[in-house]
């Protein structure tokens, strides 16, 4: 995985992270962190990460059974937008 692929993903899901909690969420995240716990989201929110995988980065979530372990931190998702990324 290319390092600045990578890093412009984070960047951009953080942004996205922050537009769903209304907030800058930057700060709070590690990139090990679950996500989902630290930033309190509900399922709401993550049904509109999901909306927002698919328009924002091309990224079908759910497509795969292990996509739920995509939610597990944020080097996960980064990891599974990459990957899908670079189809």
């Known amino acids: 995985m290319s390092t600045v692929l990578a890093d412009t993903v984070?960047?951009?899901?953080?942004?996205?992270?922050?537009?769903i909690k209304k907030r800058e969420v930057g700060p709070e995240l590690a990139d090990d962190d679950n996500f989902m716990r630290a930033l309190n989201m509900d399922s709401l929110d993550a049904v509109e990460l999901t909306v927002r995988l698919s328009s924002d980065f091309g990224v079908e979530f759910g497509a795969e059974a292990d996509d739920?372990?995509?939610?597990?931190?944020?080097?996960a998702l980064i990891d599974l937008v990459t990957r899908r990324s670079a189809r």
Not at 10 to 19: A, F, S
Request: glycine share 6%; aromatic share 0%; proline share 0%.
């Open 10 to 19: 984070r960047e951009n899901l953080i942004r996205t992270l922050g537009v």
């Open 68 to 75: 739920l372990d995509a939610l597990e931190s944020l080097t």
